[in-house]
């Protein structure tokens, strides 16, 4: 049995020895009850669970934003997380809604009895309260630390006594750095000190390329050594990118969960397919399947059948025909335009 702490997030348990659970964090304003954006946020919120997004984190800057969150989560299927700051009254208004988490920090939440007031209503309802530590805002007496590892975790600590003399402890906690060997360090060293459930990732990481790079660097190492029990993977890109850059780092890391693996050719001179378009038209569909098995798009009849032979179905050109392979064998030739249609009929055979 795992000795972290398990917290509830609504219907998601973090810590323990349950699974390690993916986030992000919507990336624009919030819509408002009753608008075509909000049906679309709505919307939106389906596919990214569908995708294998457990939990999504909402920044709330004005007491109008936590009114439209509130309002989604009233309706929303995944946990809804409140990001509050400077503002303990914003805090208490998320309370007031099925809000599955509260992300403050003692430390820019005002004064003692306003952190001692959110916590006693997150207690009173259940709701377990985030404490997210970056290096880059950290107190002025930290600030300067050369060790921004062991400067982190400190201001991590200090939080975490202010929640404790409160007698709260239903506690998640995250130390972001934009260095790597930085974030390990501070995550590797609090994890011995505690037993709370950490979150993790990699701050301010960068575009899609070095933003998945970095935080792949960071949290494959960690995961590996039981440490982290959720990750964010934060990038200059869309959610949905997030959420696939999340599953795949935990498949690096050996916690994969049951769902479709894309393995898929750089493509080069030979090609006869068009990979690329293939799998950008295909990616996010074929994440939101649940069947547990491999699919490989492949460019030619080189690197097909014989090279992707362990997939479960795969697709590759061949010519001037397309082929549909299972387990290297071949199942169908067909023509480039019917490739999409044949492939999903193929595909729903694999549920």
């Not at 457990?54 to 936590?66: E, G, S, Y």
């Not at 208490?92 to 099925?98: E, K, S, V």
């Not at 590797?188 to 790079?213: K, N």
Request: charged share 25%.
């Amino acid at each position: 049995m795992s000795d972290i702490r398990a917290v509830k997030v609504g219907k998601v348990i973090i810590g323990g020895d349950w699974p390690v659970s993916v986030q992000t964090m919507w990336k624009d304003p919030l819509p408002m009850p009753g608008s075509p954006g909000f049906e679309s946020a709505l919307a939106r919120i389906r596919s990214l669970s569908a995708l294998g997004c457990d939990i999504l984190r909402f920044a709330v800057p004005d007491a109008a934003a936590a009114e439209a969150l509130g309002a989604l989560a009233e309706e929303s299927p995944l946990p809804l997380v409140a990001d509050v700051h400077f503002d303990w009254r914003i805090a208490l208004r998320c309370l007031d809604f099925p809000i599955a988490k509260i992300r403050v920090n003692p430390g820019n939440i005002g004064a003692a009895w306003k952190v001692a007031e959110v916590t006693a209503k997150a207690a009173t309802a259940g709701v377990p309260i985030r404490i997210g530590v970056n290096a880059g805002s950290l107190p002025d007496d930290l600030r300067g630390r050369k060790d921004r590892a062991l400067a982190v975790v400190e201001a991590a600590e200090r939080e975490v006594a202010a929640f404790y003399d409160l007698g709260f402890r239903d506690v998640v906690v995250s130390m972001k750095v934009s260095e790597v060997d930085a974030t390990v360090e501070a995550n590797r060293l609090f994890a011995s000190r505690h037993d709370l459930p950490l979150h993790l990732g990699v701050t301010e990481a960068g575009p899609l390329i070095a933003g998945v790079a970095r935080n792949a660097a960071a949290l494959v190492p960690l995961l590996r050594e039981g440490i982290g029990s959720t990750i964010r993977v934060s990038l200059s890109d869309t959610m949905e990118s997030e959420v696939i850059a999340g599953r795949e780092i935990l498949a690096c890391a050996g916690k994969a969960r049951a769902g479709i693996s894309i393995v898929s050719c750089p493509r080069c001179g030979r090609a006869s397919f068009d990979t690329h378009a293939f799998t950008a038209r295909w990616a996010e569909r074929l994440y939101s399947r649940k069947a547990a098995a491999t699919v490989a798009v492949m460019g030619c009849v080189v690197n097909g059948p014989g090279e992707a032979r362990h997939a479960d179905l795969g697709i590759t050109g061949a010519g001037d025909r397309v082929v549909i392979f299972r387990k290297g064998e071949i199942a169908r030739t067909i023509l480039p335009e019917e490739a999409d249609t044949v492939f999903e009929e193929e595909l729903d055979k694999l549920e």
